[in-house]
Structure formats: structure tokens, C-alpha cells
């Protein structure tokens, strides 16, 4: 993947250690650096195997910026992707380096969703994600069990041996799986409306 574009940096949760985003055609890729030269841990994500993706927090934990928020989605596999990010501090000034790369870190991932035709959910208002009341209840990481297990039974129909990850992605949505996905959250009530996803209600500026 040495054709990829370096989007952003922002720092991590972990000590001496910064995240950059990278893409391409075909990826979304963050990166966790340690002393901003040694990659430790990389998450790939393809472009267009995106089930769902949101922003959150931990269940019970505070809203301490250091250690419980994460960027995640949910593949068309089935497969999780949690990735650990620093959360504002609203007790730095606004204008803190740290803030606003952290803010960029957000807004480059809900971006590049959008611009994937994926589906965005969840969020807050500083990262560029405005939802009217009613709210829809956060979602945690032990909550997407079901669907991770439906998607992933639904991936491995359609595997024949001729198939690659690309071909699948591409014909499960052929076959309206996004509508799909989008009937199961508003059910479950992560959802209130379809006008509410990121490519409905993201403000750039």
C-alpha cells in the first residue's frame, strides 16, 4: 500500500504514540506510530466493505478523553474494527493542538465514510455530526454481536472459491444490504430516523 495518501495525524491514547490516516482507491488505513517513526499497529479498512461505522465511548466508562473513546465499523464480513482515539478535552482551550487535531482525526473519518457510501451513525456536534432530538441511544461494542453474526453468515453464502472480498462486498450491496442495515438500527432504535446518518446531517464547517 505505497500508494497511499497521508490524510491526518492526531495523538493517541497510548504514550509517545500519534495516529495517521491514510487512503487510497480501495482503503481507509490508520496507523499508530510510536515516536512518530515505528508503525505498531495498523487498522485497513476497504473502501467498499463498509457495513456501518460510528463514534463512542466504552460502556461505563467516564468521559475521561484518555482512554475510552474509539472511531469503529462494522464490515459487510462481519468483521469489527475498533480503533482508539483521543477525545476532546474540555479541559484544554479550545485552540489546543491536541483538540484540534483530534477534531480533524474525527471529521477525516466521517468524511471518508460519506465519501465511501457507507453508512455513518452516532457522533457529536464538534466533530460535525448534528442529530435532532429524539436522540438515538449510543452503541456499544457488545451490541453489534447479532449483527456481526448475520452480515458475516450473509458473507459466507455468497463465497464460492471464484470470489474476492471486493466481489462479495460489491454484490451484497447490489442486493440492497444497506437497506437492510438500515431497517435493523432504526428497529433497534439506534436509529430514529434515515435522515439522521452522517451523509445527512454532516456540517463541514
Known amino acids: 500500500m505505497d500508494n497511499m495518501k497521508l490524510l491526518c495525524t492526531a495523538p493517541a491514547q497510548d504514550l509517545f504514540c500519534d495516529l495517521q490516516m491514510y487512503k487510497n482507491e480501495e482503503y481507509i488505513e ?57 477525545q476532546i478535552s474540555n479541559d484544554r482551550k479550545e485552540d489546543d493542538p491536541r483538540n484540534v487535531l483530534t477534531e480533524k482525526f474525527y471529521r ?3 468524511e471518508e ?4 457510501k457507507s453508512i455513518g451513525i452516532s457522533g457529536i456536534y464538534k466533530y460535525g455530526i448534528e442529530v435532532r432530538q429524539p436522540k438515538f441511544p449510543s452503541m456499544y461494542i457488545s451490541e453489534t ?32 444490504i444497506q437497506g437492510k442495515i438500515l ?12 435522515k439522521y446518518t452522517w451523509d445527512k446531517v454532516y456540517k463541514k464547517d
Open 108 to 110: 477525516t473519518f466521517i
Open 183 to 194: 431497517d435493523w438500527l432504526q428497529n433497534d432504535g439506534f436509529l430514529h430516523s434515515r
Open 30 to 86: 490508520v496507523r499508530l506510530f510510536l515516536f512518530k517513526k515505528f508503525v505498531i499497529k495498523k487498522w485497513t479498512i476497504p473502501r467498499n466493505g463498509i457495513a456501518f461505522a460510528w463514534t463512542g465511548h466504552d460502556r461505563g466508562s467516564t468521559t475521561d478523553y484518555r482512554d475510552t473513546a474509539y472511531v469503529a465499523c462494522i464490515l459487510l464480513n462481519g468483521k469489527l474494527l475498533k480503533i482508539p482515539v483521543m
Open 113 to 116: 465514510v460519506i465519501e465511501s
Open 145 to 176: 454481536k447479532e449483527y456481526r453474526k448475520r452480515l458475516s453468515e450473509m458473507y459466507k453464502e455468497k463465497q464460492d472459491g471464484h470470489r474476492t472480498p471486493d466481489d462479495i462486498f460489491s454484490l451484497m450491496k447490489a442486493e440492497n
